[in-house]
């Protein structure tokens, strides 16, 4: 019997049912916002060799050289192999009603194990107009069903966040909810209704607009990076693009732009300084944004000489708490106060958050080099002048001439 029923209430972990709901997002997105390419990211710019030979040469190998990362990769790019089961052609006996379906789709999110699970209109700016070889994208679906997975607070906690194990935090994510997407895609497809999964490696979709647009974050300080009320920045998303009907999310509003106006963390900690430290956002592409250095922010985490890639950022953020004891609390409070904004970037960093707790530190710092590993002299890049206690100086990743 399939009535499609659920209890209302929450589906997941975290309770996204009692975020204050809004018609807009909480940054502007205007009428005029252009379809681009997927050439235009800062990894595909090094891998092509828009930033030279060394950054071209490293783009190749700078998830690889870590081990754990490596084998984490090699998961992404199986499943990126997988055929797709082909759309039945009989649409299964099941509730027309959205609502239901949306609700049921969600609930098999979590029992695969994502974090979060949100639904949007899949608008035509966040389809890419070029995959990376100028190829035109053709998504011809109306909804997306967005999933995030947690990288791991622990493991954050025991890093400095541009070390050897950066990498491997993305890339666990990263094949998770692959892996949570194909699933998803397939099942879809089986019940009759027309899906394809968005994963790293493999995305005709720009995920920061879909999941601002599906009640799952707020846009941040630091370039195009969405934050959740209680992973912070703290995940990787990815989405499953559908013409199953489903009934959209709204977008949420938990205080975050007077947050990252004031706070500025990210930006002072960031080892590229390619975070803006400016009040004010821009207007690029018809849309509200801070101002990102690409350039410098791929550099970094490219041509990191210490560490897999970088993610300071993240590691910096107050936003980038585990959702348990006071912190509940806390952002409790955050959301509806935001006079307590200041005070709270304040207590974050006398009570030493963003320092690397080095009990949770569990793996090995190995780099591997033409199929050698060696212990790699350099271990994390952060800034000399932060007032976070322990500091080793700023490593400067910088392009050799020619």
């Not at 071209?56 to 050289?65: D, H, L």
């Not at 994208?137 to 194990?165: C, K, M, P």
């Not at 692959?178 to 995920?207: C, D, Q, W």
Request: proline letters at 7%.
């Amino acid at each position: 019997m399939l009535e499609g029923k659920a209890p209302g209430g929450q589906l997941g972990h975290y309770p996204l049912e009692r975020l204050k709901r809004v018609d807009k997002p909480t940054t502007y997105i205007g009428p005029d916002v252009r379809r681009v390419s997927e050439r235009e990211a800062g990894f595909i710019k090094a891998a092509e060799g828009d930033y030279g030979p060394r950054l071209q040469a490293e783009a190749g190998r700078f998830v690889s050289k870590e081990p754990v990362a490596a084998a984490l990769s090699q998961m992404v790019g199986d499943l990126g192999r997988l055929d797709l089961v082909d759309v039945y052609r009989h649409q299964a006996p099941m509730p027309k009603d959205p609502a239901a379906q949306s609700r049921h789709i969600k609930s098999l999110g979590y029992f695969l194990r994502a974090d979060c699970v949100g639904v949007c209109e899949l608008p035509p700016y966040a389809v890419y107009g070029s995959d990376r070889d100028g190829r035109t994208v053709e998504l011809d679906h109306r909804y997306a069903i967005v999933f995030l997975i947690d990288q791991g607070w622990r493991t954050f906690n025991g890093a400095l966040g541009s070390d050897w194990i950066s990498a491997a935090q993305s890339m666990k994510s990263y094949s998770t909810s692959g892996f949570v997407a194909t699933v998803v895609a397939n099942y879809i497809r089986r019940l009759g209704y027309e899906a394809e999964p968005h994963f790293s490696g493999h995305y005709k979709v720009l995920m920061p607009p879909l999941v601002l647009l599906s009640g799952l974050g707020e846009m941040s300080r630091f370039g195009g990076v969405v934050i959740n009320p209680f992973l912070g920045p703290r995940f990787k998303a990815s989405a499953v693009t559908t013409n199953l009907p489903l009934e959209p999310d709204k977008p949420i509003d938990f205080g975050l732009q007077h947050y990252c106006q004031v706070c500025k963390k990210c930006a002072r900690e960031c080892p590229s300084q390619a975070i803006s430290h400016s009040d004010e956002k821009t207007i690029y592409n018809d849309y509200e944004t801070y101002e990102l250095d690409v350039e410098a922010c791929t550099r970094m985490r490219v041509g990191n000489p210490a560490g897999a890639a970088c993610g300071r950022c993240i590691k910096v953020c107050p936003w980038n708490k585990p959702y348990e004891g006071i912190h509940k609390a806390v952002e409790w409070v955050l959301e509806r106060s935001s006079l307590t904004h200041r005070f709270s970037v304040w207590m974050d960093d006398l009570l030493g958050y963003g320092q690397q707790q080095v009990e949770d530190k569990w793996w090995y710092d190995l780099e591997e080099i033409e199929g050698v590993f060696r212990v790699p002299p350099k271990v994390g890049a952060v800034v000399k002048d932060s007032p976070l206690p322990k500091r080793r100086e700023v490593l400067v990743v910088e392009e050799e001439a020619g």
